[in-house]
């Protein structure tokens, strides 16, 4: 059994990820800022109240948490605005920045005590982030967030490969949620396919993007 911690698990993804890591035996810790009523039912450890762009509120994560060892820190929190050129609006992309990009940024590094030699880090990016897959444009401040998260994932891989923790960037394909007004294949397809790509991660694979289906992205 291990232990596992999940941003962003009130609905989508995060929380068919913590229903099926629950469903097999794992201790699941659900993160989020206002738990739905669908989270509350499945009845994991609840951490509420915490918003991944605010320094403070990750403070109090780590003070709820004090020193329980992570096995498995999965940072799904994340937020899209849609923008387009000529109608920009900026906020919208600071505000994408601090969620997507320095969230998992600002929870991995607090919670770096937690982890552990074997622990897995695991940050949702997204294939829009691949500059040699942009092929359409649009979504200046998602696609923007996302290339940028997958930096740090990288730079998080040379921080943390000598203490034995394994980096992988995911891409949960596209995924019928609130983000996407419920087009794409459902959750629980893609948390089924994320949950096998995170139990292939070792140390020797550490620092890969890949796709939920299992193949490798471009950068």
């Not at 232990?3 to 229903?19: M, V, Y």
């Not at 109608?87 to 919208?92: A, C, F, M, S």
């Not at 000598?162 to 459902?186: C, F, S, W």
Request: glycine share 10%.
């Amino acid at each position: 059994m291990s232990t596992i911690l999940i941003t962003g698990c009130n609905r989508g993804i995060g929380l068919q990820l913590a229903s099926q890591f629950q469903a097999r035996g794992d201790n699941v810790i659900g993160v989020c800022r206002e738990p739905s009523k669908d989270l509350i039912r499945l009845e994991i450890h609840l951490i509420s109240g915490i918003d991944v762009s605010v320094s403070e509120s990750i403070k109090n994560l780590k003070n709820e948490l004090d020193e329980i060892p992570v096995d498995i820190l999965i940072n799904n929190a994340g937020i899209l605005h849609n923008d387009k050129f000529g109608n920009i609006n900026y906020d919208d992309i600071v505000k994408q920045f601090s969620v997507n990009t320095l969230g998992p940024l600002r929870v991995i590094e607090s919670l770096s005590s937690n982890l552990h030699k074997g622990s897995k880090v695991v940050i949702i990016s997204s294939r829009v982030g691949s500059i040699a897959d942009n092929t359409s444009g649009g979504y200046y401040g998602y696609r923007a967030s996302k290339t940028a998260v997958n930096q740090i994932g990288m730079n998080l891989m040379h921080e943390l490969k000598p203490r034995g923790i394994a980096v992988a960037l995911l891409h949960p394909g596209y995924v019928a949620t609130k983000m996407t007004n419920g087009q794409g294949i459902m959750p629980a397809n893609s948390a089924k396919g994320l949950i096998e790509r995170i139990d292939e991660m070792s140390i020797s694979n550490t620092g890969q993007f890949w796709h939920a289906e299992g193949h490798n992205l471009p950068w």
